[in-house]
Nanobody, 113 residues
Framework: VQLQASGGGLVQPGGSLRLSCAVS????????MAWYRQASGKQREVVAF???????TYADAVKGRFTISSDNAENSVYLQMDSLKPEDTAVYYC????????WGQGTQVTVSS
């Protein structure tokens, strides 16, 4: 199984981005898929996760601003990020929860004016 995250970039505060994660080998083999982020000098943290039944959970820092979704047919997981803040700046990764897949490159999100 391999992960390919994409969709990051530079955005102004208050802006939006949509991240995508393609999971080769399929996502249904995992009970839960998650988005993680790692800011410079900080530990990697879980941002949001979704069960194979569609139940979603969010970290308090992003609740009400981020939306996680998945498409089993496309073997992909998405993260819609709205009302972005400078503190959302980080490298974003997808993985199962708990993480069982090699991490891959991630995608950089920078929120700055």
């Amino acid at each position: 199984v391999q992960l390919q995250a994409s969709g990051g970039g530079l955005v102004q505060p208050g802006g939006s981005l949509r991240l995508s994660c393609a999971v080769s080998g399929g996502i249904l083999r995992f009970s839960v898929m998650a988005w993680y982020r790692q800011a410079s000098g900080k530990q990697r943290e879980v941002v949001a996760f979704i069960s194979k039944f569609g139940t979603t959970t969010y970290a308090d820092a992003v609740k009400g601003r981020f939306t996680i979704s998945s498409d089993n047919a496309e073997n992909s997981v998405y993260l819609q990020m709205d009302s972005l803040k400078p503190e959302d700046t980080a490298v974003y990764y997808c993985n199962s929860l708990p993480a069982e897949i090699d991490w891959g490159q991630g995608t950089q999100v920078t929120v700055s004016s």
